[in-house]
């Protein structure tokens, strides 16, 4: 079973628009979120979420944690094609502080 | 500008045959990774080290050997590919994963015909 689960896996947008990215994770001594950002190459970081209710920003991106629902959004606003990655979510948890456990990512299309 | 550094970048091996490919790192980190990668199904840990003589298993490790015989190198062999080990591999490296996140190599295309 998947302990992150990302949705959509994949969304095909138009220059401009605005998308949310969903991550899901288990509860179980939960630590930190993070998300990278994977174009061609090595994923890139983004974010490092841990409080929950607190908005990260980074020009057109923005993301935040919801510690209730036990999940995060990232947003990205009037989207261009640069944007278009594969966007991953990776939880830190429980005893292994310094282990990432991915989820499968969502693949992000801009078209122009 | 180096960071970390995975060899080789693509390869492609006949079933059977057998491959080293190097991770290192110059940030001192105590923390190395490796992960592969395939189509929908994310990144996903092979082997893992917290420190130099250290190894670990992670999620997916039947098939590959691992040594981390110095702190800066982070080695992930296959003795025997298989067509399945085709795969994207992506080495990674930490300091504090809670503050800084990993850092990850360019990574290395293997096929496996």
């Known amino acids: 079973e998947d302990k992150v689960v990302q949705s959509p896996l994949s969304l095909v947008v138009h220059e401009g628009d605005t998308v949310t990215l969903n991550c899901s994770y288990e509860?179980?001594?939960?630590?930190?979120l993070l998300w990278y950002k994977q174009e061609k190459k090595a994923p890139t970081f983004l974010f490092m979420l841990?409080?929950?209710?607190i908005e990260k920003k980074s020009g057109r991106l923005s993301s935040i944690l919801d510690k209730k629902e036990l999940s995060s959004i990232l947003n990205i606003t009037a989207t261009q094609t640069g944007d278009s990655a594969i966007y991953l979510c990776?939880?830190?948890?429980?005893?292994?502080?310094?282990?990432?456990?991915f989820g499968k990512g969502t693949l992000l299309t801009v078209n122009p | 500008n180096a960071g970390v550094t995975q060899t080789p970048k693509f390869r492609v091996l006949k079933t059977g045959q057998s491959m080293t490919l190097l991770c290192a790192q110059d940030?001192?980190?105590?923390?190395m990774y490796w992960y592969r990668q395939d189509p929908g199904m994310g990144l996903r840990l092979i082997h893992y080290?917290?420190?130099?003589?250290?190894?670990a298993k992670g999620e997916v490790p039947d098939g590959y050997n691992v040594s981390r015989l110095k702190k800066q190198n982070f080695l992930l062999g296959l003795e025997s590919a298989a067509p399945s080990q085709t795969s994207v591999y992506f080495c990674?490296?930490?300091?504090?994963?809670?503050?800084?996140?990993?850092?990850f190599g360019s990574g290395t295309r293997l096929t496996v015909v």
């Open positions: 990674a490296s930490s300091a504090e994963v809670e503050i800084y996140g990993y850092t």
């Open positions: 509860v179980t001594n939960f630590r930190s």
């Open positions: 841990t409080s929950s209710g």
């Open positions: 990776a939880e830190i948890s429980g005893g292994s502080n310094y282990k990432l456990t």
């Open positions: 940030m001192n980190h105590e923390y």
């Open positions: 080290s917290v420190g130099e003589g250290t190894t």
